[in-house]
């Protein structure tokens, strides 16, 4: 079983929907946990970080995790087009250490 | 946030060769990683650089494979040795932000073996 799993979609919307993307992991002692958007041949871009458990929001996204269900969610409101990318969970034990990243989402937002 | 540039952005080598990657990030960074992606795959760690002493690899990378500098607190380099088809990847360095317990990265070395 591997520590983080993510459904690897592809995962394809309409202009203006609301987007969900989720993570699972096994690994008790994560505590950060990171969003990463990935343009194609581009590297990771972080979207979104979050500190042990709770909601962070910014602009569009929301973070979302839950400690006690080992769960992860980002969700994009009113998504655009320039929102499709395929969107990396990550996470780490300690602070600014190795990052254990999910499998990846492709999200595809049609106009 | 720490703006980071890799060298070369892409190669095509031969087998048996060697390609040296190049990570420059433009403050000093404490930590710096890198991390394979393979086609269509998501980031393995391959190493942490550790700046003047030899760097921490993970269970399935060595040394002899994919030795690594870090000269400094802004750079850093991955060499990928002896290469095989089975090395084709996109090559990733990150650098930790020091205020923001995160990581960015930079944009990737794509290298294809024939």
């Known amino acids: 079983q591997k520590e983080v799993e993510q459904d690897p979609g592809p995962l394809s919307v309409p202009e203006g929907a609301i987007v969900s993307l989720n993570c699972t992991y096994s690994n008790s002692a994560f505590q950060y946990f990171m969003w990463y958007r990935q343009y194609s041949r581009k590297g990771p871009e972080l979207l979104m970080y979050t500190y042990s458990s709770g909601n962070k929001e910014d602009g569009r996204f929301t973070a979302q995790v839950d400690k006690s269900s080992k769960y992860i969610s980002l969700f994009i409101r009113d998504s655009q087009p320039s929102d499709s990318a395929t969107y990396l969970c990550a996470m780490s034990a300690l602070r600014t250490r190795q990052l254990t990243f999910g499998s990846g989402t492709q999200l595809t937002v049609l106009p | 946030s720490a703006v980071i540039s890799q060298k070369p952005s892409r190669d095509i080598c031969q087998r048996g060769t060697s390609l040296t990657i190049q990570c420059q990030v433009d403050?000093?960074?404490?930590?710096m990683f890198w991390y394979r992606q393979q086609p269509g795959q998501s980031l393995t760690l391959i190493a942490t650089a550790n700046q003047g002493s030899e760097a921490t690899y993970e269970s399935g990378f060595v040394i002899d494979k994919f030795p690594i500098s870090r000269p400094n607190l802004t750079f850093s380099t991955l060499t990928v040795s002896n290469m095989s088809p089975e090395d084709s990847s996109i090559y990733l360095c990150s650098g930790d932000s020091g205020s923001t317990d995160t990581q960015y990265f930079g944009p990737g070395t794509r290298l294809t073996v024939l």
């Open positions: 403050s000093q960074v404490t930590m």
